[in-house]
């Protein structure tokens, strides 16, 4: 896992729901309920954005065909049998930062960096 800083203009956003990308790695970053949340953003029931869903009771919606998923574990709802990867959060002095997983070949490269 590596930790990314959050650019701070993406917390101005109105919207409950924007996809972003850092490092390579597209996610939903979600405002619900004053808290903050990072998810997939590709639904796995047929593929929809998740970012063009919205939230309820602590669950984004896919805006498609209206799957639900739990926003700290990912578990879809009842009988939907599937779940949506999430990312955790951590706020720090300078910002909110975002734990996002490193390829094997990103690894490699960082590794070779450091030489």
Known sequence: MKWLRIPEQTFSSEKEVQQLKLSGTKFCLIHHQGHWYATATRCPHAGANLAYGWCEKGEIICPYHRHRFNLINGKGAEGQNNYIRTYRLQQREDGIYIALP????????DFFKLL
């Open 102 to 109: 490193q390829s094997l070949f990103r690894k490699i490269l």
